[in-house]
């Protein structure tokens, strides 16, 4: 079974500061990672996956994420954000290997942009 | 290209009683996966269904049960409602075969009373 620990459950920035997000995961087996946000009112949408190959994902609206397998993190950063970035993320897993595409979520993290 | 679609986008049952939901899938995906998201939480894994055979289920009781159709589109079905079953219920479709790619709709609203 995997899970997944987002360890911030609110994140406050300022309009154009840096941000990252945190997500450690636990699993016995390979996994694959995700990053979805959640605009309110609204469902998930794909910011980015790490499947193989670079550790270094990059993804939609600037976001980018880096898998470090020692740590079991897969983090989630952005160079300068905007209000419009203001949302939940949620950090997912999935166990690697052709199967059901079954997705675990931490709880979740949400930002909030300050102008 | 239409993206996934939810019906209805809310509802209001009583305790006891039994709810269907509606999704129909984006073009060309054969699976449609569901999904319950308590309010403050991650959405929690319901079932898959993958060419109208069910392909994995959560830690759900068998009161939730699901159907996919020719079309791919899904139905999630919900009998003897419980007041911990209000949440948002999502629907994500995707192309399977490992591409690893789910899009989701905006899902319904269930508020049990």
């Known amino acids: 079974a995997q899970s997944v620990t987002q360890l911030d459950s609110q994140v406050p920035v300022f309009e154009e500061a840096p941000v990252e997000l945190r997500c450690n995961y636990s699993?016995?087996?390979?996994?694959?990672l995700f990053w979805y946000v959640q605009y309110p009112n609204q469902g998930l949408q794909l910011l980015l996956k790490?499947?193989?190959?670079?550790?270094l994902v990059k993804g939609i609206n600037g976001f980018e994420a880096e898998f470090n397998k020692s740590q079991t993190s897969f983090h989630l950063r952005k160079p300068s954000v905007h209000i419009s970035d203001t949302a939940e993320y949620f950090c997912?897993?999935?166990?690697?290997?052709?199967?059901?595409?079954?997705?675990?979520f931490g709880t979740g993290t949400r930002l909030t942009i300050i102008p | 290209e239409t993206g996934v679609t939810q019906s209805p986008t809310h509802l209001i049952k009583t305790r006891g009683q039994q709810v269907t939901l509606r999704c129909s899938s984006q073009?060309?995906?054969?699976?449609v996966s569901w999904y319950q998201q308590a309010l403050g939480q991650g959405p929690q894994f319901i079932f898959q269904y993958y060419r109208e055979e069910e392909n994995g289920r959560g830690n759900f009781p068998p009161r939730f049960s699901g159907l996919q159709f020719p079309n791919y589109s899904s139905e999630l079905n919900v009998n003897a409602l419980e007041l911990d079953d209000s949440a948002l219920y999502l629907c994500a479709s995707s192309l399977g075969g490992g591409t690893y790619e789910q899009y989701f709709g905006p899902g319904t609203r269930l508020t049990v009373t």
């Open positions: 073009s060309g995906h054969n699976t």
């Open positions: 699993s016995s087996v390979s996994v694959y």
């Open positions: 790490y499947l193989s190959g670079s550790t």
């Open positions: 997912a897993v999935s166990e690697s290997g052709f199967g059901n595409e079954k997705l675990t």
